[in-house]
């Protein structure tokens, strides 16, 4: 079955520390891979992609590290905000079931 | 720019009891998917649906089935509910069929089996 694991399934930073959130997959038809974050009560929200052949993409504060070969990618969180609690869901598409989502980590920033 | 909306918000259905969700992509995109949200299994494939036709399914029972409409809305059914089948149920549109490039997710319905 294709998977997706994320860690740390929770985390508690520091106003203006750096969140860390590190995903791997297996299946390596995949060609997409999102991060989104979600508020208790909503969907969640698309806050940014890569295609695999890109190593880093940065979009404001939110950076991806993403490593073909370890089929890894991470989230990095620059300058965070108390207003950046929330969960946060990596996720990999290409194939043909839509996305397969990790199972999430619930962030915490300290004011 | 109208989101994905999800109709209703909430719902609270007896245990053998069937329901209906439904779902309204942005305007133009055709494609619409449904996700399985709950605590312990996360997010979970259902279905996805391009111009009217099922295109993928994920590995849920027969019980769990769909249609989407001309105008591309969309609704998910569910027949004989069980306690398991309590989640929040979130649908997601796209102009892309099937490989989940640019999800747009609506709000959800959280549905509630007693």
């Known amino acids: 079955q294709q998977q997706v694991k994320q860690s740390p399934q929770s985390l508690i930073v520091q106003k203006g520390g750096i969140p860390i959130i590190n995903c791997a997959y297996e299946?390596?038809?995949?060609?997409?891979f999102p991060w989104y974050q979600q508020f208790p009560g909503k969907g969640p929200a698309l806050l940014i992609a890569?295609?695999?052949?890109?190593s880093e993409k940065k979009e404001g504060r939110f950076t991806i590290s993403f490593n073909k070969s370890a089929k890894q990618f991470s989230l990095h969180i620059m300058d965070s905000q108390p207003g950046d609690s929330a969960t946060y869901f990596c996720?990999?598409?290409?194939?043909?079931?839509?996305?397969?989502f990790g199972k999430g980590t619930h962030l915490i920033i300290q004011p | 720019k109208a989101g994905v909306t999800q109709t209703p918000r909430y719902l609270i259905k007896t245990r053998g009891q069937q329901v209906t969700l439904s779902c309204s992509p942005i305007?133009?995109?055709?494609?619409v998917s449904w996700y399985q949200q709950t605590p312990g299994q996360g997010l979970q494939f259902l279905f996805e649906?391009?111009?009217?036709?099922?295109?993928n399914k994920g590995n849920f029972p027969g019980r769990f089935s769909g249609r989407q409409f001309s105008n591309s809305r969309s609704e998910m059914n569910v027949s004989t509910l069980e306690l398991g089948d309590s989640a929040l149920y979130l649908c997601?549109?796209?102009?892309?069929?099937?490989?989940?490039?640019?999800?747009?997710f609506g709000s959800g319905t959280r549905l509630t089996v007693v």
């Open positions: 299946n390596t038809a995949f060609d997409y």
């Open positions: 649906y391009f111009s009217e036709t099922q295109r």
């Open positions: 305007s133009g995109h055709r494609s």
């Open positions: 996720a990999a598409g290409g194939g043909a079931d839509g996305l397969t």
């Open positions: 997601a549109s796209s102009s892309d069929s099937g490989r989940g490039y640019g999800y747009t």
């Open positions: 890569i295609r695999p052949d890109v």
